[in-house]
């Protein structure tokens, strides 16, 4: 009898280290698909059916007053992307876009609520509180361009307000040392 290989035999031996990386690698793998999967929707064209066979089940789904569905794929904390797309009331994609962007990214100002940059940014890729401090910082991984990547912070005060943004290279993007 031949022995069988399951793949969660496979993760089970894994360490935890070996693990995370793993997931980070198939979750990469996922989001490096995108590209390809916004190629062939069409604004006017594609209908929601369509997105979900390209992108799968929305993280979440906002219905508004005039019947427009905006569907929320965020590729956080492993990809470089978030994804809000919004269906027409005639059930055809009215827009794509990708959120972390330059554009974006500098339109976030102190002064701004939580919501205001949950709704430009998307769902971050972590979120830390900092009791003593009384501030919450947010985070996004995002490229500036494909050979590079940064995350870029928001820092709100007790009130929900952002204080200060700053951006710095992903240190998981560093190589590893020793290998």
Do not use: H
Not at 87 to 111: E, H, T
Not at 115 to 139: I, K, S
Not at 152 to 174: E, Q
């Amino acid at each position: 009898m031949k022995p069988r290989f399951y793949l969660g035999t496979l993760v089970t031996k894994l360490t935890p280290t070996r693990a995370v990386a793993l997931a980070a690698a198939c979750l990469a793998l996922l989001s490096a698909c995108d590209p390809a999967r916004v190629d062939r929707l069409e604004e006017g064209v594609s209908t929601e059916q369509q997105v979900r066979q390209q992108f799968g089940e929305p993280v979440s789904v906002t219905v508004g007053a005039d019947g427009t569905r905006t569907l929320e794929y965020p590729r956080q904390p492993e990809g470089w992307t978030n994804y809000r797309i919004q269906i027409g009331a005639d059930g055809k994609m009215s827009s794509l876009r990708q959120l972390l962007n330059a554009d974006n990214l500098a339109r976030v100002q102190p002064g701004q609520t939580q919501a205001e940059v949950r709704e430009r940014l998307g769902r971050p890729a972590a979120t830390q509180r900092f009791g003593l401090r009384n501030e919450e910082v947010w985070d996004w991984r995002f490229r500036p361009n494909p050979n590079e990547s940064k995350i870029v912070s928001g820092t709100f005060d007790a009130g929900g307000r952002v204080l200060a943004t700053r951006t710095a290279d992903d240190p998981r993007a560093a190589p590893a040392e020793g290998r």
